[in-house]
């Protein structure tokens, strides 16, 4: 994936960006490898094609199915 996200600056670690909005670009890529198996935990979906070729990912939800609901935790 390392020239899609140079060509589109990044994208492929957006949850990412998110969890940890101040970690530095550079460090995306080790940043994920670190909170990956947390990542997995939480339910982060990742799609494994470039953002733009999503749609063909098999582990979509079928459309028009809705995932079971899980219970909300209180967040301390």
């Not at 899609?4 to 940890?20: D, I, P, Q, T």
């Amino acid at each position: 994936m390392g020239g899609y996200n140079w060509l589109f600056f990044y994208n492929g670690y957006h949850a990412e960006h998110h969890f940890r909005p101040k970690v530095h670009w550079t460090k995306m890529e080790q940043f994920q490898r670190q909170i990956a198996k947390l990542q997995k935990q939480e339910g982060v979906r990742v799609i494994n094609r470039a953002h733009m070729l999503g749609f063909l990912d098999p582990n979509l939800p079928l459309r028009g199915k809705k995932e079971p609901a899980e219970t909300a935790e209180a967040v301390s």
